[in-house]
């Protein structure tokens, strides 16, 4: 070794030094000390610290940096034939993305405020052949849906979600309960502490959403800002079932009956939207979440233990980012197998949280059951993020799955361009 590369290893760590002691005392809340402290305390194998490399597997397009909607949907909202994006009480038409607004709003302080739009999905609700859009507010409150008029001028109606269910949990899911083919939401009631779906007006010209209950009352996963549930068959019986981080409801045939039992089980830490999948290809069905306001991302294997019982363990997929606060599963790369996508929530609580205000990551997971890992991670963009749902749909028509997000960061479109 030459005396230049002693000389400049030495720099190197008299600087790596003073980083660590400038993270210790002047940046409580850096990802340096959470993975300080995640590498203490955690048993599960964590990733090799990496330099992050973007792939270029995506076209970003900037729809707009305010912060307007931590929700996001897409639907073709003037009929033209071309996909146009929501977030919030805006609506940004393709190709040109021209902004128009639903109802009056404004743009947030990304650093003080929260906006007026949580989550949003794009869905035709009373069926008169032009999409509206549905809107969940701040945890806790009811939701409503904005009708479509059909492009007339003027601001659009607004309809409460019947029957003013406060929507609780923080991922409530979009997710097809009884299988009519339109999508519902699955999430907590407040009021009744009880596991609810709320199914969406079936017949044409009906605008009603109906609530219906899972789970019996006063039961986990339901209080306003509860973090963490999913949809999916855990035990393989051929009904889906619940999963919130503190266990699971086993599903029936009877999706009205709120006497789905719930089964205690450990999975993990306050998360987004929680995935059902068999990530190891062991014929088990695991969970994958991804934490909502500190650091990581697990699969939670799904074992037998001593006694017979069902019950899983917690194995850490990722650290690259905190904030993981909205997952969707859609095949990226084309291969047949659902990918899992996920992102961080800048500046989620205004940078009060652990590496809340980090590089905004938006990032990927391909699986690989029956070789470990059992993943592989893929970093899109460091200047994004996600808010609090993620769209995964094809925008452009070349049959690819492209992401739109929006967060404090702004709104984005990704567009996918890996060969398959
Ligand atoms: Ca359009
Ligand atoms: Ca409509
Ligand atoms: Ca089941
Ligand atoms: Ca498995």
Not at 155 to 165: E, F, G, I, N, R
């Amino acid at each position: 070794m030459t005396r230049i590369d002693l000389n400049s290893r030495h720099l190197l760590s008299g600087l790596l030094l003073f980083g660590c002691i400038i993270n210790a005392y002047g940046q409580d809340k850096s990802l340096f000390k959470v993975r300080q402290q995640q590498a203490a305390n955690t048993t599960a194998n964590a990733p090799d610290s990496k330099s992050i490399v973007l792939s270029d597997d995506f076209k970003k397009t900037e729809i707009t940096r305010d912060f307007i909607s931590e929700g996001v949907a897409v639907a073709d909202l003037n009929k033209d034939g071309l996909m146009d994006i929501v977030a919030g009480y805006y609506w940004f038409e393709a190709p040109s993305w021209k902004r128009h607004e639903m109802a009056p709003s404004r743009v947030y302080d990304p650093r003080k405020e929260y906006s007026d739009s949580f989550l949003n999905m794009g869905m035709d609700v009373n069926q008169d052949g032009w999409d509206d859009v549905v809107i969940v507010d701040f945890p806790g409150k009811p939701g409503f849906w904005f009708e479509n008029p059909k492009n007339q001028p003027g601001q659009w109606k607004k309809h409460a979600l019947d029957d003013s269910v406060g929507i609780a949990n923080e991922s409530p899911g979009f997710i097809d309960i009884d299988g009519d083919g339109r999508l519902d939401i699955l999430c907590g009631d407040k009021a009744k502490k009880q596991i609810v779906w709320l199914k969406a007006p079936d017949k044409p010209g009906e605008t009603a959403w109906k609530r219906f209950a899972l789970s019996r009352e006063n039961v986990p996963g339901t209080e306003i800002f509860s973090h963490g549930i999913g949809y999916g068959d855990v035990n393989k019986d051929g009904f889906n079932d619940v999963v919130v981080r503190e266990g699971w409801f086993e599903g029936t045939a009877d999706k009205k009956s709120g006497n789905w039992v719930f089964h205690p089980a450990n999975l993990g830490e306050p998360c987004s939207h929680m995935q059902v999948l068999d990530v190891n290809g062991d014929g088990k069905n695991d969970v994958v979440s991804a934490s909502a306001h500190a650091l990581g991302v697990w699969w939670h294997e799904q074992v037998v233990d001593e006694q017979g019982k069902l019950t899983f363990k917690t194995h850490l997929m990722s650290n690259t980012t905190a904030q993981t606060h909205s997952s969707i599963m859609a095949d990226l790369n084309g291969d047949g197998r659902k990918d899992y996508i996920t992102g961080k929530r800048f500046l989620a609580h205004h940078g009060r949280d652990p590496g809340d205000s980090d590089p905004a990551i938006l990032m990927w997971f391909e699986f690989t059951p029956g070789k470990e890992p059992y993943y592989k991670e893929h970093v899109i963009d460091n200047d994004s993020g996600a808010g609090l749902n993620i769209v995964a749909q094809d925008m452009n028509g070349d049959k690819k799955t492209d992401l739109v997000v929006a967060n404090k960061n702004g709104v984005f479109l990704f567009e996918n361009k890996m060969k398959k």
